[in-house]
């Protein structure tokens, strides 16, 4: 079972860019995804990374906005969030799940551990 701890969130004007970090420990071999939840809303999926970081899976409303990548120690994973809209705003989550092999990338769904979460709030 890996632990996740979130960080990074914050205010942030439209246009803008946050960086939010994901600290993973207590871990073996996982793939990573970053999920957000607005208020009244389900959690929804943003972006996921496999344990070998050659493949990556974006939401719709995150592609060509936002890059999920990882450390080469598998410790840290990231999401960078450029030219930010008042929709992105939401409580954001990172996730984890054990890869049985090095590209894979679980659905959504079968995402099993989760961090507390990071507010990240977006003023128009």
């Known amino acids: 079972q890996v632990q996740l701890v979130e960080s990074g969130g914050g205010l942030v004007q439209a246009g803008g860019s946050l960086r939010l970090s994901c600290a993973a420990s207590g871990h073996s071999r996982y793939a990573a995804g970053w999920f957000r939840q607005a208020p009244g809303k389900e959690r929804e999926f943003v972006a996921a990374?496999?344990?070998?970081?050659?493949?990556?899976h974006y939401a719709d409303s995150a592609k060509g906005r936002f890059t999920i990548s990882r450390d080469d120690a598998r410790n840290m994973v990231y999401l960078q969030m450029n030219s930010l809209k008042p929709e992105d705003t939401g409580v954001y989550y990172c996730?984890?799940?054990?890869?049985?092999?090095?590209?894979?990338?679980?659905?959504?769904?079968?995402?099993?551990?989760w961090g507390q979460g990071t507010q990240v709030t977006v003023s128009s």
């Open positions: 990374i496999s344990w070998s970081s050659f493949t990556t």
């Open positions: 996730a984890a799940r054990f890869a049985v092999y090095s590209d894979y990338v679980p659905a959504p769904s079968d995402f099993d551990s």
